[in-house]
Nanobody, 131 residues
């Protein structure tokens, strides 16, 4: 059974940093991708970044202004954990953050960052950024 467990959310002041973790278990091959999504109150869930387990290729959501340079996705394959490092946080980053998995990994920019392409989801972790 595939399981994803997020941790690391919390309350932080604007300009601060947080690192979210997604512990992944249950996959029997390396052909999967992990993505980070977020959903703010009253808004649709949006894909942010994803990483391919097999070769480490990363994708960033270009439509999210200011994402590059502030958010970074990485993985520690020895720990089966994917991280989302978030720096210079802003109040508009306040949301529930989810990690999700798709298998096999599509390799396509569009399908790597769209929620309906993902079959497995974590429970979410709240990130609140105060001004």
């Amino acid at each position: 059974e595939v399981q994803l467990v997020e941790s690391g959310g919390g309350l932080v002041q604007a300009g601060g940093s947080l690192r979210l973790s997604c512990a992944v278990s249950g996959f029997t091959s390396d052909d999967y991708a992990i993505a980070w999504f977020r959903q703010a109150p009253g808004k649709e869930r949006e894909g942010l970044l994803c990483i391919s387990r097999s070769d480490g290729t990363t994708f960033y959501q270009d439509s999210v202004r200011g994402l590059r340079g502030r958010f970074t996705i990485s993985s520690d394959n020895s720990k089966n954990t994917v991280y989302l490092q978030m720096n210079n946080l802003k109040p508009e980053d306040t949301a529930v953050y989810y990690c999700a998995a798709q298998s096999p990994a599509s390799g396509s920019y569009y399908y790597m960052l769209i929620s309906y392409s993902y079959d497995y989801w974590g429970q979410g972790t709240q990130v609140t950024v105060s001004s």
